[in-house]
């Protein structure tokens, strides 16, 4: 998993340790972690779900959701010139 870190924050242009963060804060880095709707290693809800192109196959997948969040944080980073407090 770390490795999916690393390339997919680099990939995206992000520090890959924001996305680790963020994983730590919302499963504890536990890609089987359930709370309420929310599910995965970044507790994806299912209103994001399609949003971020996971599919419900997918969603405990820590690969594929590190993939698609590592691209929707770059976008919302571009959004807020880079200002980690609004794009998250």
């Known amino acids: ?11 995206a242009g992000i ?10 804060r ?3 880095l536990n890609p089987s972690a359930v ?3 929310a599910r995965g290693i970044f507790q994806t809800r299912p ?5 971020l192109g996971i599919s419900n ?3 405990f997948n820590s690969h ?8 929707a944080m770059a976008t919302a980073l571009n959004s807020f010139s880079g200002n980690r407090d609004l794009a998250y």
């Not at 520090?15 to 730590?24: E, K, S």
């Not at 209103?47 to 949003?51: E, L």
């Not at 594929?64 to 691209?71: E, L, N, T």
């Open 35 to 37: 709370n309420g709707d």
């Open 57 to 59: 196959l997918d969603i």
């Open 15 to 24: 520090d890959p340790n924001l996305l680790v963060g963020l994983a730590n």
């Open 64 to 71: 594929v959701q590190i993939q698609a969040v590592s691209g």
């Open 47 to 51: 209103s994001r779900q399609a949003d």
């Open 26 to 28: 919302e499963s504890s």
């Open 1 to 11: 998993m770390e490795y999916t870190f690393l390339h997919e924050g680099h990939k």
